[in-house]
C-alpha cells in the first residue's frame, strides 16, 4: 500500500531547464494539491486539482504548469526553472469534498535544487 | 483572506518539561477546519489532527492535547512531558473557502533536549 508517492526525491537542475516532478496516490482521493515549503513560509499551495482535468491556481503559480489527465497522477512541471524555484515539493491528497475542508495526506517530498 | 500565525518560530525545551504551540487565525468564514501536521527531522508530514469550527471540546491524544478558543481565534496545541521524538516541525493549518484549500502557518520548531 504506497499511499502517495513523489519521485525524484532529489533533483539537481540548471537555470533554464524544463523539470517535471510527479505525483501518484493509491488511493483514487479526488484531490490533488502541490505546494512548496520555503524557510519562513510553511507550505504554500501552488495549484489543486478536484478531479481528473480540471486544475486551478494556489497561491504560487507563476513558472508552473500542471495537468491531471488520471485521477492517479498529478504532474508539475516548471517550464523554465530560475533559482528562485529552488525549494522542497509537496504533493498531497485528500478525499472528495463533504465538509469545508478534508483531510490532506502529504507525500514524501521532492528537493529541488536550481543553480 | 484567511491568514494563520505560529509566533513562535523555534522552542527547545528538556525532555520532560511540558510545551505549548500556539496558533492564531483569521477568518471570515463561519465554518471552518483546522488542522495540526508535524514535520519530523526525517522531512515528511504528518497529520496530527482535524478541529471543526462547530466544535470547542478540547482533544487529548495520549501526551498531545489540543485547546480550541474561537473567542480569541486560536488552536493551540501542547505536548505533555515531552520526548526527544517530539522534536520537530510543528504547521498549523486553516481550511480556505472554495477547493478543499489549506492555509498554513509558518511552522514552530520545537527541539526537545535529553
Known amino acids: 500500500d504506497a499511499g502517495i508517492t513523489q519521485s525524484p526525491r532529489y533533483k539537481i537542475t540548471e537555470t533554464g531547464r524544463q523539470v517535471t516532478l510527479m505525483c501518484h496516490q493509491t488511493?483514487?482521493?479526488?484531490?490533488m494539491f502541490w505546494y512548496r515549503q520555503d524557510l519562513g513560509h510553511g507550505l504554500r499551495l501552488i495549484y489543486y486539482?478536484?478531479?481528473?482535468?480540471?486544475?486551478d491556481k494556489g497561491e504560487v503559480p507563476d513558472g508552473y504548469v500542471v495537468s491531471r489527465s488520471k485521477t492517479e497522477n498529478f504532474p508539475l512541471t516548471l517550464e523554465s526553472a530560475t533559482r528562485s524555484q529552488t525549494s522542497v515539493y509537496f504533493c498531497?491528497?485528500?478525499?472528495?469534498?463533504?465538509?469545508?475542508?478534508?483531510?490532506?495526506?502529504f507525500g514524501p517530498g521532492t528537493r529541488l535544487l536550481v543553480l | 483572506a484567511q491568514k494563520v500565525t505560529q509566533a513562535q518560530t523555534e522552542i527547545s525545551v528538556v525532555e520532560k518539561e511540558d510545551v505549548t504551540l500556539d496558533c492564531v487565525y483569521e477568518?471570515?468564514?463561519?465554518?471552518?477546519?483546522l488542522f495540526w501536521y508535524k514535520q519530523p527531522p526525517s522531512g515528511e508530514l504528518v497529520f496530527l489532527i482535524r478541529?471543526?469550527?462547530?466544535?470547542?471540546q478540547n482533544e487529548i491524544s495520549g501526551r498531545y492535547s489540543w485547546n480550541f478558543q474561537k473567542s480569541t481565534s486560536s488552536f493551540n496545541f501542547t505536548i505533555t512531558a515531552s520526548q526527544v521524538v517530539d522534536s520537530a516541525v510543528y504547521f498549523c493549518?486553516?481550511?480556505?473557502?472554495?477547493?478543499?484549500?489549506?492555509?498554513f502557518g509558518a511552522g514552530t520548531i520545537l527541539r526537545v533536549k535529553s
Open positions: 498531497a491528497s485528500s478525499e472528495a469534498l463533504r465538509a469545508p475542508a478534508e483531510t490532506q495526506y
Open positions: 488511493w483514487s482521493h479526488s484531490y
Open positions: 486539482s478536484a478531479a481528473a482535468d480540471i486544475t
Open positions: 477568518t471570515r468564514d463561519t465554518t471552518y477546519y
Open positions: 478541529r471543526n469550527s462547530f466544535d470547542e
Open positions: 493549518a486553516l481550511s480556505a473557502p472554495g477547493g478543499n484549500k489549506l492555509v
